[in-house]
């Protein structure tokens, strides 16, 4: 013990010389390493899901899960695969390999979740593949939009700033609170729908069979084969107002004539206030093993970027 002691003191420079290096690197580790208070457990887990309104746990299982898990089954660095059938609802749950990367694991399941989509039945939602992280879910850091302008532009500007902080790599998600969904509203006046021999469920029927995309099977050629589809989905309210519903002799009877269309919001599921007036709420949730100050620094500059080129187009 002495002997170490007298080595240390018989050395001085070369003690100095670690000292600083030491100090070196905690500096270093103290402005690397990420800081919060619950860290984050990064174990990479996605979550497959898929939607069949009113199919029972036993056809979800054949019809919905067995398509995906045959897909799911050739990616590499699976360690564990849960599913669940239930009541109008399948899912999947992937567990991979720690070290994994995440974003080529994310890729992976995309291409699969495709390759199955032929096999679902037609009436299934659309598949959606999210990553799930262990991290806390309270978000790191919430925006407040509001103002004299009317809501749809509030919604709008809210809609486009989700979209841009979710393209950075920190930002899992962003979740918005306060908005309503658009929709459109057909007002439909009785008495001249009466006077052309219409009742509602025609006019349903119409809009329903409609506004959706009808596949038309494939086309082979010489350099593949190629799926055909009628497109049929409205895009605008002026697509919903020229539709025929109804050929009288020469005349053709649209939905301009019986109807008035316009755009509206469905009622809303959350509320968000602002000094008592209504305000959009920006939740920004950060990836797992992200630096939380980062995070939010980014989500400042990019705020600050929307600010000024909303000065700019005034």
Do not use: C, W
């Amino acid at each position: 013990m002495f002997s170490l002691i007298d080595a240390a003191l018989s050395r001085t420079r070369t003690m100095l010389v670690l000292l600083v290096f030491i100090l070196i690197a905690g500096v270093i580790t103290y402005i690397t390493i990420p800081k919060e208070s619950s860290p984050d457990i990064t174990i990479p887990i996605i979550y497959v899901s898929v939607g069949h309104q009113g199919i029972s746990p036993v056809d979800s299982e054949r019809l919905l899960v067995r398509p995906i898990e045959q897909q799911l089954r050739s990616i590499e660095g699976v360690k564990e695969m849960t599913s669940t059938a239930s009541e109008g609802h399948a899912s999947v749950i992937l567990e991979f390999s720690v070290g994994m990367d995440l974003n080529k694991a994310m890729a992976d399941v995309r291409e699969a979740v495709d390759l199955a989509k032929p096999k679902l039945p037609e009436d299934s939602d659309e598949p959606t593949v999210n990553e799930v992280t262990l991290a806390s879910e309270e978000p790191v850091l919430s925006l407040v939009l509001y103002g004299t302008v009317p809501e749809r532009t509030i919604v709008q500007i809210a809609r486009r700033l989700q979209d841009k902080l979710e393209s950075y790599r920190q930002v899992l998600e962003v979740n918005i609170a306060g908005d309503r969904e658009d929709i459109v509203e057909i007002i439909v006046d009785p008495l001249l729908m009466e006077s052309y021999g219409l009742d509602q469920a025609d006019i349903y029927n119409l809009i329903a069979l409609n506004n959706r995309v009808v596949a038309a099977g494939f086309v082979d050629t010489g350099y593949g084969r190629f799926s055909v589809k009628v497109p049929s989905v409205f895009d605008s309210l002026k697509d919903v107002l020229e539709l025929p519903i109804k050929v009288d002799g020469k005349q053709v009877i649209t939905f301009a004539d019986v109807a008035t269309v316009r755009r509206a919001f469905r009622d809303p599921e959350s509320y968000a206030r602002l000094d008592g007036e209504s305000a959009v709420v920006l939740d920004v949730s950060k990836r797992a093993g992200e630096n939380i100050i980062e995070t939010v620094e980014l989500v400042k500059a990019v705020l600050i970027e929307a600010q000024k080129n909303a000065r700019v187009a005034e």
